[in-house]
């Protein structure tokens, strides 16, 4: 349900308002079930939420935790009560895709302040899931035109730069080929952006393109894994929405989403790659400046939705 304090509940119910029916597969609610209905009678939207176990033909069952009560929080605010809620709807559900019982998550935004007020000290959901799940993730903007994968994330850039490693490169490219070929199934087109500005200038402007990147590059293409580039940061998102590649690999967090987020803010997904499981996200937070106010577009959570679809039935 992510932060109740957000547009998570908000969200979740005109997905599920538009939801197109599958007929193998089931959506489950991780969240509180009355906090839910009062969304849907907030919203006049008809959608029926019921008690796991209890649900009908054209009713959605909620699996409530007993974390959150309505009056316990207040919409568009910070609070640690929410942040808690929020990261233990994810956890358990993070939890049951690892014994089994699921095999796909779409996540409602949570919120990074009011999960670490609450105890929590997490940067956010791939944060989360790779200490639960003891793998190395790799974060992913997905659109309908291209999807990005990130070498690094929610780290400072300083950071960033010392994390940008050949066997690093090497796995987020691999992750980002294998998931593009899925979906598609198609042999994807996958380009590196470069680290420095012009992509190093052959070494006048950084060298880590030399050092770093075209090593990896040469042990991918030896795996079966081509990738191209070096490219320019800021002429190969131009080049991908032309038509040449399918994907191309980030090196920081702001280098993919800035051009990610401009192109298509409302429609963007993120994806974790690399999970035993499904999951996905809409590309955006808890929107607290509009909670509460039934204006929030669903589109992104819709996208998320769709896309997590797809990936379990390939």
Same mark, same amino acid.
């Given at each position: 349900?992510?932060?109740?304090?957000?547009?998570?509940?908000?969200?979740?119910?005109?997905?599920?308002?538009?939801? +197109?029916? %599958?007929?193998?597969?089931r959506p489950?609610?991780?969240?509180?079930?009355?906090?839910?209905?009062?969304?849907?009678?907030?919203?006049?939207?008809?959608?029926?939420?019921?008690?796991?176990?209890?649900?009908?033909?054209?009713?959605?069952?909620?699996? @409530?935790?007993?974390?959150?009560?309505?009056?316990?929080?207040?919409?568009?605010?910070?609070?640690?009560? @929410?942040? #808690?809620?929020?990261?233990?709807? !994810?956890?358990?559900? /993070?939890?049951?895709?690892?014994?089994?019982?699921?095999?796909?998550?779409?996540?409602?935004?949570?919120?990074?302040?009011?999960?670490?007020?609450?105890?929590?000290? !997490?940067?956010?959901?791939?944060? *989360?899931?790779?200490?639960?799940?003891?793998?190395?993730?790799?974060?992913?903007? &997905? %659109?309908?035109?291209? +999807?990005?994968?990130?070498?690094?994330?929610? +780290?400072?850039?300083?950071?960033?730069?010392?994390?940008? $490693?050949?066997?690093?490169?090497?796995?987020?490219?691999?992750? $980002? &080929?294998?998931?593009?070929?899925?979906?598609?199934?198609?042999?994807?087109? /996958?380009?590196?952006?470069?680290?420095?500005?012009?992509?190093g200038e #052959?070494?006048?402007?950084?060298?880590?393109?030399?050092?770093?990147?075209?090593?990896?590059?040469?042990?991918?293409?030896?795996?079966?894994?081509?990738?191209?580039?070096?490219?320019p940061g800021?002429?190969?998102?131009?080049?991908?929405?032309?038509?040449?590649?399918?994907?191309?690999?980030?090196?920081?967090?702001?280098?993919? !989403?800035?051009?990610?987020? $401009?192109?298509?803010?409302?429609?963007?997904? #993120?994806?974790?790659?690399?999970? =035993? !499981? +499904?999951? $996905?996200?809409?590309? %955006?937070?808890?929107?607290?400046?509009?909670?509460?106010?039934?204006?929030?577009? =669903?589109? @992104?959570? *819709?996208?998320? &939705?769709?896309?997590?679809?797809?990936?379990? #039935?390939?």
């Amino acid at each position: 349900m992510g932060d109740a304090s957000g547009i998570g509940p908000e969200i979740i119910v005109k997905l599920l308002a538009r939801i +197109v029916p %599958h007929e193998d597969v089931r959506p489950l609610v991780i969240g509180e079930l009355e906090i839910l209905r009062d969304a849907a009678d907030s919203l006049k939207l008809d959608v029926c939420f019921v008690t796991e176990g209890e649900d009908a033909d054209g009713e959605f069952p909620v699996r @409530s935790l007993d974390l959150l009560r309505l009056g316990d929080f207040e919409t568009g605010h910070v609070s640690a009560l @929410s942040g #808690n809620a929020a990261y233990n709807y !994810f956890a358990h559900a /993070v939890e049951e895709c690892m014994a089994g019982r699921a095999q796909g998550i779409v996540t409602a935004p949570l919120n990074k302040a009011a999960i670490n007020m609450a105890g929590h000290r !997490f940067a956010g959901h791939t944060d *989360i899931l790779e200490t639960m799940t003891e793998v190395e993730p790799v974060m992913a903007l &997905w %659109h309908p035109k291209l +999807v990005v994968g990130h070498v690094t994330d929610h +780290v400072p850039l300083r950071q960033a730069l010392r994390a940008i $490693t050949v066997a690093r490169v090497k796995h987020t490219a691999r992750l $980002t &080929w294998e998931a593009v070929q899925r979906a598609k199934g198609t042999t994807p087109r /996958v380009a590196l952006a470069g680290v420095n500005p012009h992509a190093g200038e #052959n070494g006048l402007f950084g060298t880590e393109e030399i050092e770093i990147l075209r090593p990896a590059m040469a042990e991918l293409e030896r795996e079966g894994f081509p990738v191209s580039g070096p490219y320019p940061g800021d002429t190969v998102f131009l080049q991908a929405l032309r038509g040449q590649f399918d994907a191309v690999i980030a090196m920081y967090h702001d280098q993919g !989403f800035g051009p990610m987020k $401009t192109l298509d803010f409302a429609n963007g997904v #993120n994806c974790t790659l690399g999970l =035993p !499981f +499904v999951r $996905t996200s809409p590309d %955006h937070g808890t929107a607290f400046e509009i909670a509460g106010k039934g204006i929030a577009e =669903p589109e @992104s959570m *819709i996208a998320a &939705w769709e896309l997590a679809v797809k990936l379990l #039935n390939r």
